[in-house]
């Protein structure tokens, strides 16, 4: 099953490779990994989407918790969470498609972000799967390239990561 | 007042209460030798390869509740390091290991030298550091000690480069530390501990099982208690031989691959098994599938809580030192007006005396050939079972571990988890400087010996003397072993050809060599070699080459599934 697990850890160099490598060493699936410092500029914050059987998401939380820069953990799906991803993309805009794509990107509540002769970066944020269907409804041909920051996620009302 | 960061990180050293050093110089640690022979409390053993420095540190710090220490150069110095700090982790062994670095301008550039020590050992650390300034390395060092000591034990790596070795700053030891986001759990849930108990004196058959974590912990004394008051059966792992007197009654031996036959049924047949400071490892417990065929109760003792429903689903999971859960439990027992069903108990002791009437362990000894248990068996004698005892890996460690009854924990000395050749002989060599004037022996086969070799050397220089005991049968015999059940008797590559003349080897190394060919002749060979307390002397035994080690359960087999000697 799919879990989006938060993380506190110190902000020094060699905490993030920590995280990878345990993933690694151990035969996690990561889906994607996003960090980032926080308002207390010790601390980073990151969030990790992955997959498995009870049993191993157990194991993952309990590993995470036993690395030492480690500060705090939550399985954020454990409960109600806000989850959110920034995607940019590149799109081929010419002709009658200018038009086309400024609409397309409307419905999807995306910006136009950039814009040349010949192509526009489109932003959009929200959930993984909102991103998904909106790279589904374009001209495939069209994208020239995408870039993901892989999901972000938070507990909503007294769910609170901090120390 | 300003010192060298060299000076500091000794100053530390001493500090923290550290007699010896087991290490090897080179150009990145050079100012830290310096710095250590301008000194007189904290003594260097000089080794001959660096993987010896942390095994002698590791074999020293099993022998005693002390953090083992070695020092070692950066590139090579650490790499050879790697395989003794893996070793370490994965029996839980507190070890602060200082590497040198290439300086810290010359990080990255591909120096001489040069490897990524922090990278190359995370894996096989509990944590690991570099100091970019010398005003950090006194508070790293005892954030190193501290964490290799506490919690769940195991090596911590400093590294250091050579300009901050040689940079100066105020020296201050902090008096304590504190890591915010590591807080280690002593006692145990209390409404835990009152359901283990609860579910023990309810049991009907009930089977304590005992780990190294017992060792660590130095709970041997709240253990046997715990063991005497309820009348159960108990089991200690390869990693928990001592935890328990192995010649008490209440005592199966070991279980696992190589246990026995009433130690691996009565965890199979149990409706209530409390596991202590053990982590039902592949070579404890064989196939998951098979062991939960059966339905039981499993309390689990533990101070990491990953180790707890890892492999195997637990009832009552009890997070805490395992000395102090223990002590809690023995507490509530004590008030406890309930104590266990008696007729139960004594069906259950009565099956296991059934197995255990099928003398599992027994072997035909020869008048001809040197069986290597008859060595083992002897050398318990001789030794009156209470000598140190450290082992190489492959059939002479499980031989070892299967004979010589082991009563006091720190007795027993191998690597359980990495299951390391070449550890055997360093470690003895941090044994007996950790222990002078005790009785030192290192089991070790053909094989093995040879990976540290070396360090016969290092036994001259320090005058250390251990009593190697090699099994000699010319095979990797464990490798010897399996291939003679599961690859159709190919030995590949597993006979040991153009051995040396180990006698003369020992003797070139400057100490006594000995050379047994005949069983009638083992006796007193042993006698002669530990009567010369002074001298390290090193028996070559000439055993049987086909011997196996029984009984055992194969690989991906359950704990019932077991072959006994007498099956073949």
Not at chain 1, 67 to 85: F, N, Q, R, T
Not at chain 2, 461 to 478: A, C, D, E, S, W
Request: proline share 4%.
């Amino acid at each position: 099953m799919r879990h989006i697990i938060s993380l506190l850890m110190e902000n020094e160099a060699g905490a993030l490779s920590r995280v990878a490598g345990l993933f690694s060493a151990r035969g996690y699936n990561i889906e994607s990994l996003t960090v980032a410092p926080t308002e207390d500029a010790t601390l980073s914050r990151m969030t990790i989407v992955t997959s498995g059987s009870d049993d191993v998401i157990e194991q993952i939380n309990k590993q995470l918790n036993k690395l030492i820069e480690v500060v705090a953990v939550m399985d954020l799906s454990e409960g109600e969470h806000l989850e959110c991803e920034l995607m940019l993309v590149k799109v081929q805009a010419v002709g009658e498609m200018r038009e086309e794509l400024v609409r397309m990107a409307e419905i999807f509540h995306g910006r136009i972000i950039d814009v040349s002769d010949k192509t526009y970066i489109i932003e959009l944020t929200g959930a993984g799967s909102r991103l998904d269907s909106f790279l589904q409804a374009i001209d495939r041909s069209l994208i020239l390239e995408t870039v993901r920051t892989g999901a972000s996620g938070i507990g909503q009302g007294d769910r609170i990561l901090k120390l | 007042m300003e010192l060298t960061g060299a000076e500091i990180a000794i100053r530390c050293l001493q500090e923290e209460g550290v007699e010896y050093v087991f290490g090897y110089p080179g150009g990145a640690v050079l100012f830290i030798y310096d710095a250590l022979f301008n000194q007189g409390k904290v003594k260097h053993i000089l080794v001959r390869h660096e993987q010896a420095a942390v095994h002698a540190a590791d074999g020293y710090a099993r022998s005693t509740d002390k953090v083992g220490v070695a020092l070692v150069t950066s590139g090579p110095g650490v790499t050879n390091a790697v395989t003794g700090i893996a070793t370490a982790y994965l029996d839980s062994i507190p070890m602060v290991i200082i590497s040198g670095q290439v300086p810290t301008f010359a990080i990255g550039e591909d120096a001489f030298q040069e490897v990524d020590a922090v990278g190359i050992t995370r894996p096989c650390v509990k944590h690991n550091f570099l100091v970019k300034d010398a005003s950090e390395i006194a508070g790293t060092i005892k954030k190193a000690f501290y964490l290799a000591r506490s919690g769940r034990p195991g090596p911590v790596l400093v590294d250091i480069p050579k300009d901050v070795s040689n940079q100066k700053a105020p020296f201050n030891y902090p008096s304590s530390v504190s890591v915010r986001s590591y807080h280690p759990s002593q006692h145990g849930e209390v409404g835990q501990i009152k359901h283990a108990v609860q579910l023990l004196l309810e049991a009907k058959r009930p089977m304590i099982y005992a780990g190294g974590g017992v060792i660590l912990s130095d709970a041997s004394r709240q253990l046997t208690e715990l063991v005497r008051l309820l009348g159960f059966p108990v089991t200690n792992t390869l990693m928990g031989l001592g935890g328990y007197p192995a010649t008490d009654k209440q005592s199966l031996g070991m279980l696992g691959m190589h246990g026995t036959l009433e130690a691996n049924l009565a965890m199979q047949n149990c409706d209530v098994l409390l596991a202590v400071g053990a982590r039902f490892d592949d070579r404890v417990i064989g196939n998951v599938k098979h062991f939960n065929q059966e339905k039981r109760k499993i309390i689990h003792i533990d101070i990491d809580p990953s180790s707890i429903s890892k492999r195997v689903k637990v009832d009552v999971p009890i997070v805490g030192d395992v000395a102090y859960v223990l002590g809690d439990l023995l507490a509530v027992l004590h008030s406890s007006k309930q104590k266990p069903e008696p007729q139960a108990l004594a069906a259950w002791w009565a099956q296991i005396e059934e197995w255990r009437g099928k003398r599992c362990m027994g072997y035909r000894n020869s008048d001809e050939i040197i069986k290597p248990q008859f060595v083992l068996e002897k050398l318990y004698e001789v030794t009156r079972g209470d000598a140190f005892v450290t082992s190489d890996v492959g059939q002479h460690q499980m031989w070892t571990a299967q004979y010589y009854k082991f009563d006091k924990p720190r007795r027993w000395i191998n690597s359980g988890g990495l299951g390391t050749m070449g550890f055997g002989l360093p470690a003895a060599m941090g044994v007996q400087i950790a222990n002078p004037g005790a009785t030192v022996a290192c089991v070790t086969g053909e094989g093995s010996i040879q990976m540290n070799i070396q360090e016969l050397s290092t036994c001259k220089q320090f005058r250390l003397p251990l009593k190697i005991v090699l099994l000699n049968n010319r095979y990797l015999g464990m490798v010897r072993q399996w291939q003679e059940f599961f690859h159709g008797n190919r030995y590949s590559e597993s006979y040991m050809e153009a051995l040396p003349d180990f006698m003369k080897l020992a003797e070139a190394y400057g100490h006594v060599g000995m050379r047994i060919d005949k069983p009638a002749d083992v006796e007193p060979a042993l006698r002669e070699a530990f009567a010369r307390k002074d001298d390290l002397v090193f028996m070559d035994f000439r055993t049987d080459q086909t011997e196996n080690v029984f009984p055992m359960v194969p690989g991906g087999k359950g704990l019932s599934e077991v072959i006994l000697a007498e099956e073949l």
